[in-house]
């Protein structure tokens, strides 16, 4: 399967120079609830808290919170930012 544009990279390298079973193997797949929001309509306050409530919740499991807006980067192991669609 290839995209129509641009390449998919796994760790920099394009997947289709991956074999399939590789890939696979490579990938797992964790077994838990997940849960979807958006604090875009939100206050900064409002949204930080409900950012924390999730974080104090999800206790040691992993959270991974996509935004446009820099409330609760603060608290997250990793930040990585996209600038026109690629990693910066």
């Given amino acids: 399967m290839d995209p129509e544009k641009g390449r998919v990279t796994l760790a920099g390298r394009d997947l289709r120079e ?17 849960h979807l929001f958006s604090t875009a309509h939100l ?3 409002t949204a930080s808290q409900l950012i924390d409530d999730v974080l104090e919740a999800n206790g040691s499991r992993t959270t991974l919170l996509i935004t446009h807006r820099s409330e609760g980067l603060e608290r997250m192991d990793e ?3 996209l600038e026109s669609g690629v990693l910066a």
């Fill in 43 to 45: 206050d900064p306050a």
């Fill in 79 to 81: 930040v990585v930012t």
């Fill in 18 to 34: 991956y074999r399939q079973e590789d890939i696979r193997r490579a990938i797992a797949v964790a077994g838990q609830d997940s």
